[in-house]
């Protein structure tokens, strides 16, 4: 037991049980990441092992971005440098830059946003069609009209003022990660939701197919865009 221990502290693997528990996400979301190579680790045997730090399925560097600086990275990789400040124009396309350097891979360091607040709830089945015609709600991810995966559930930005509102009005439930049929995105204000919103917010749900998709609209909106 103390050369398996040693072999992993060295090495810098772990299961992925022990990765999902650190970088706090579900086991399916790394699972589907180190199968479509956008997490490092090998499999031994049947099972999965991941040889980098759980910090990294978060952010690549210090702290999350923030919602107000993401947004504007989202504009300026749609093409909407115009409406930003020169400070602004500035950053975002030091991070556009790097993110066509590095890939799709590298987007996923925008999933925490400071600002920005993430729900994981249950609907019952029946409230869902209802829950995405709601006007309070900004849809992305598998429920935005940009994407072409689908799915009986919803995805969503709302402000902060309207939070308690959906949740009581829909009869919404906490739930995990992987049981959730609801995702509410919390934040001041939600935004114009725009190509980059819907890919990084796709990869919340760790499925292979999803993560698919979001490479499919960077590819095809943001990198394009941005170059």
Known sequence: MAESFRFRYDSAMMSVQEYAQEAKVSERSVR????????????????????????????????????????????????????????????????????????????ERY??????????????????????????????????????????????YVSSQDLENIIFLYNLLPASADSANVILRECDEPPHILPLHVAVDLLDLGDPRSSAEAERILQESVFKEAS
Not at 111 to 126: D, E, I, N, S, T
Request: glycine fraction near 8%; charge should be positive; proline fraction near 6%.
């Open 111 to 156: 999933r925490a946003r400071r600002g920005l607040k993430v729900h994981h709830l249950q609907a019952p089945p029946a409230e869902i069609p209802a829950i995405l015609e709601d006007p309070a709600l900004s849809l992305t991810g598998i429920s935005s009209d940009i994407s072409q995966v689908y799915g009986s559930m919803v995805d969503a």
């Open 32 to 107: 589907a990441r180190l199968e479509r190579g956008m997490l490092q680790g090998r499999k031994l045997g049947s099972r999965w092992v991941v040889d980098a730090i759980p910090a990294a399925h978060r952010s690549n560097a210090g702290r999350p971005i923030s919602f107000e600086a993401f947004n504007a990275l989202a504009r300026y990789c749609d093409g909407q440098s115009s409406v930003l400040s020169a400070e602004e124009r500035r950053r975002a396309k030091e991070r556009a830059s790097a993110i066509q350097m590095q890939g799709p891979a590298s987007v």
